[in-house]
């Protein structure tokens, strides 16, 4: 099972949005509403930031967004902040040896 | 409040083995699937594996079948992660994380395991 492919960087200044993909296939992405994103500032766990898709857990900021088109999903993340500095990771529910496959990884950099 | 809380830092020799735990607290193990994640050195998250802790059932990528077991302990509300015949490239920070819906919305803090 390949990993989901993110670019390896985004970055933007401050109050602006940006957008970070996760490419996969039909056999994960594209065949389950089961994606989910996680943040992780640098030494510490990730953190469930968006999950089946386009739903944020409770106490996560309403700027950040989940979407899904096809073998792609995408995390938004508007009003950017200095502390959403860090890096993004999606996964997806996938129907082939393993259960779970991870995104390659994002870091975003607020300018 | 769930938590999850890991072993501490583990130095071990090439070929040996480590054994990294997972104690849940703020809710029943038995209620959700139990992953383990690698991280290595700046590098990505990668699965490893899962327990069914109300019956034990597991499953493993098969990029580690065979070296890691993953086991649990209701009584202590505990998962536990063993990996065998250890090499340098398994140096890595190992994450428990409990499955809720089809995500990990828990994670733990992290448990270092050095090769060396």
């Known amino acids: 099972q390949s990993a989901l492919t993110q670019p390896a960087s985004v970055s933007g200044s401050p109050g602006q949005s940006v957008t970070i993909s996760c490419a996969g296939t039909s056999s994960d992405v594209g065949g389950y509403n089961y994606v989910s994103w996680y943040q992780q500032h640098p030494g510490k766990a990730p953190k469930l930031m968006i999950y089946d898709v386009s739903n944020r857990p409770s106490g996560v900021s309403n700027r950040f967004s989940g979407s899904k088109s096809g073998n792609t999903a995408s995390l938004t993340i508007s009003g950017l902040q200095t502390e959403d500095e860090a890096d993004y990771y999606c996964t997806s529910f996938t129907s082939t040896t393993t259960p779970y496959v991870f995104g390659t990884g994002t870091k975003v950099t607020v300018l | 409040q769930v938590q999850l809380v890991q072993s501490g830092a583990e130095v071990k020799n090439p070929g040996a083995s480590v054994k990294v735990s997972c104690k849940a607290s703020g809710y029943t193990l038995t209620s959700n699937l139990m992953h383990w994640v690698r991280q290595a050195p700046g590098q990505g998250l990668e699965w490893m594996g899962v327990?069914?802790?109300?019956?034990?059932?597991?499953r493993y990528s098969q990029k580690f079948q065979g070296r890691v077991t993953v086991t649990r302990d209701t009584s202590t509300s505990t998962v536990y992660m063993e990996l065998t015949s250890l090499r340098s490239e398994d140096t890595a920070i190992f994450y428990c994380?409990?499955?809720?819906?089809?995500?990990?919305?828990?994670w733990g803090q992290g448990t270092l395991v050095t090769v060396s």
């Open positions: 327990i069914n802790p109300s019956g034990g059932s597991t």
């Open positions: 994380a409990r499955e809720l819906g089809a995500a990990f919305d828990s």
